[in-house]
């Protein structure tokens, strides 16, 4: 059965108390990120009808907003995501570079999560860091002045981390 | 030197910390507000700042505040815009990331100011570990008495929280932000009404950007008289500008808004030049939706004057030969870079974030990307070039909201200022594709004026 632990429960709780009483459904947005993460970082339908009955919502309203925002994934994506940035300021200082390089390191075309589900790589519209292109978004982190030097560090990171969790 | 407001304590150690931004001065604003002086008394001195609103239209602040609507017994709003997603620009996560108790000051004064007891920063999604940043200086502020019940003894409440929004560049603009922290998808409300007269929950609202709100500290502190003589004209006080592309010495930099564009790209206070020893060949001065100029026009006016970092010279010559100073962010392309390329990849941003209320702009940024992308990859026709400056037009000024025009004015802007570019894509298609068309003749003026 899909539901929050919790300590979860409660973080929901004090999102709600955030805004006036029965407007609820500004809490939308903030519970699905904490959705995501709780619930094996993409939201299939019954997590998404989870959230609609915390917050007293219609399931639609809760799909309608999850399928707008690009920060929600609507199938399974790898345990580390890599989310490079390919607008103009990152293409004029290479991005494309190591867009191929990632894919051809991992196997993978963007869109696509390797088979041990590991990782996935996206390409995604400006991110908000054009000084430091070219540049990617890892979790809560963003990886910047990327390199291949760079992303080959940061790919045996991850699997070393990966490994660690699973011994 | 020019003179920092904003990011002058940035990089003192542990700035981020309430008792070091506190010893350096902090929150003498909210003190000398909310004891010494009323809330019109405030937005007074914002509006004789001449402060410009800093997310990209450039709207008097303290004019917009005083378009707030005030009934009785409705609850009013200030919500701060920390959705910085327009390609270029990332000025306001270095300010939020490095200086966090200066937006905190700046949201307590200017809540005081519109009389708001519940504030929100609404934060892109993306920039998740900014969001701990300012919960933690919300936090300490919360804690040594700046925010809660009664203030200083004054009787003012106020509460201060963040939303993060989650991957939408459309959320930036006001309506959309309000519509997305109500917890919808984020598509622009059709105006009148106004958000000063029914905004967030139908209350009125005040919706600024984040620089915005952190240049009311040193407004309040020095006096929007002593503010208003920084600066030039109508461009008052400093402006954070965020350089990326092929420099030097990419980065956030606050300037006075005196300096030439010359001096801010080649100085080595600022830019230091363009990267690798290249030419410079064009430049989006104010984020991805202003027109893009070529070098000769970016450093002089068509007229032969100077063109410098502020809101009027950056537009002079109105789009025939300027620009706009839009949000500050500065997109440097040197000779190796493909105009066409470039524009196509602002033609997928923009199709990619069209909210897709409006078919002009839905349907319209789809096509201005296939067409480009047709033309860069060598396969494109003349008539293509027409159709594109046929559909920009189309878009332009037939939206809801400034989408519309956002995706329109760089199309524009490159066929008009680089055509011929446009042109050796097909006549030359098989070359197009492995290189680029260099520098050709834009040093030539007269080229700007097609």
Known sequence: MIQFSESKQKEVEQIVARYPAGKQKSALIPVLHLAQQEFGGWLDVPVMDYVASLLQLKPIEVYEVATFYSMFNLKPVGKYMFEVCQTGPCMVSGCDDIIAYIGEKLGIKPGETTSDGLFTLKTVECLGACGYAPMMQMGKYYKEHLTREKVDQIIEECRREAARINN | MARKLLLEKAHVENIRSYEVYRREGGYRSVEKALKTLSPDAVTEEVKKSGLRGRGGAGFPTGMKWSFLAKPEGIPRYLVVNADESEPGTFKDRYLMEFIPHLLIEGMIVSSFALGSNRSFIYIRGEYWWIVDILEQAIQEARNNGWLGKNILGTGFDCDIYVQRGAGAYICGEETALIES???????????????????????????????????????????????????????????????????????????????????????????????????????????????????????????????????????????????????????????????????????????????????????????????????????GKMSDIDLLWDIQRKIEGNTICPLGDAAAWPVAAAIRHFRDEFEWHVTNASEAITKNYGLAHYADPLLATA
């Open chain 2, 181 to 379: 922290l109500e917890g919808k998808r984020g598509n622009p409300r059709i105006k009148p009404p106004f958000p000063a007269v029914k905004g967030l929950w139908d209350c009125p609202t005040v919706v600024n950007n984040v620089e915005t709100i952190a240049a009311v500290v040193p407004i309040i502190n020095e006096g929007g008289e002593e503010y208003a003589k920084i600066g030039v004209g109508k461009s008052t006080g400093t402006k954070l500008i965020s350089a990326c592309g092929n420099l030097n010495k990419p980065g956030v930099f606050e300037i006075d808004m005196t300096i030439s564009v010359e001096e801010f790209i080649y100085s080595d206070e600022y830019c230091g030049g363009i990267a690798n020893g290249k030419r410079l060949k064009a430049c989006i001065p104010g984020g991805s939706s202003v027109p893009i100029l070529p070098a000769n026009l970016l450093l002089k006016t068509a007229k032969g004057e100077t063109r410098y970092m502020n809101y009027e010279s950056l537009s002079d010559g109105g789009f025939a030969t300027g620009s706009m100073m839009g949000s500050g962010g500065f997109i440097v392309l040197d000779e190796d870079q493909c105009v066409v390329k470039h524009t196509y990849t602002l033609a997928r941003f923009y199709r990619h974030e069209s909210c897709g209320q409006c078919s002009p702009c839905r349907e319209g940024t789809g096509w201005m990307e296939k067409l480009l992308l047709r033309l860069e990859k060598g396969q």
